[in-house]
């Protein structure tokens, strides 16, 4: 009998401590590492902020001295293009192919952390949509996410889900 009113009351504390957890889970911060982008890296960090003032589930910080980036950024003579090892995980160029022709450097760093944020390329053609990348035209300044393409990047950290490696690249047609 006592036994049974202590397990009682260690299942109602369970359950109380359950009630009180909170139905989100902790925001995942990822470490990003700019210092090989030469001259993008105020851009890079931009491209960062873009994404914590939309987001809620993924924080993208400066990485800490000492401490291993989840993604470090570059910058070559080539298209813009991401390398993933996993959600949240690789690296990408910040490619002076697409800033020479015009594309605009924010919303190429925007749309290349998106990448490593689970995203692949939509090419729709449409300013709106920054995964639509150089599909879009190269007046095209929009750096923000859509909210579905926000959306689907909460969800993807909120469940942990699993998201293949991959390549992107953003070489225009
Ligand atoms: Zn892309």
Not at 4 to 29: E, K, S, Y
């Amino acid at each position: 009998m006592l036994m049974r009113r202590v397990a009682a009351a260690l299942l109602t504390m369970v359950a109380l401590a359950a009630w009180a957890t909170p139905a989100h889970a902790a925001t995942r911060v990822l470490y990003y590492d700019a210092s090989q982008a030469q001259e993008f890296v105020a851009v890079v960090n931009q491209g960062a902020q873009i994404w914590n003032s939309k987001v809620t589930t993924v924080r993208l910080e400066p990485v800490p001295a000492g401490r291993t980036p989840n993604i470090r950024v570059y910058a070559d003579n080539g298209w813009p293009r991401t390398y993933t090892s996993s959600l949240g995980n690789g690296y990408w160029y910040m490619g002076r192919e697409a800033v020479n022709d015009g594309y605009s450097k924010p919303r190429i760093a925007a749309h290349e952390f998106g990448h490593i944020l689970g995203l692949p390329d939509r090419r729709t053609g449409l300013c709106a949509d920054l995964m639509s990348g150089s599909s879009a035209p190269v007046s095209c300044t929009n750096a923000n996410p859509n909210s579905t393409e926000a959306a689907t990047v909460n969800r993807l950290f909120g469940t942990s889900v699993a998201v293949p490696a991959g390549y992107f690249t953003e070489r225009a047609a």
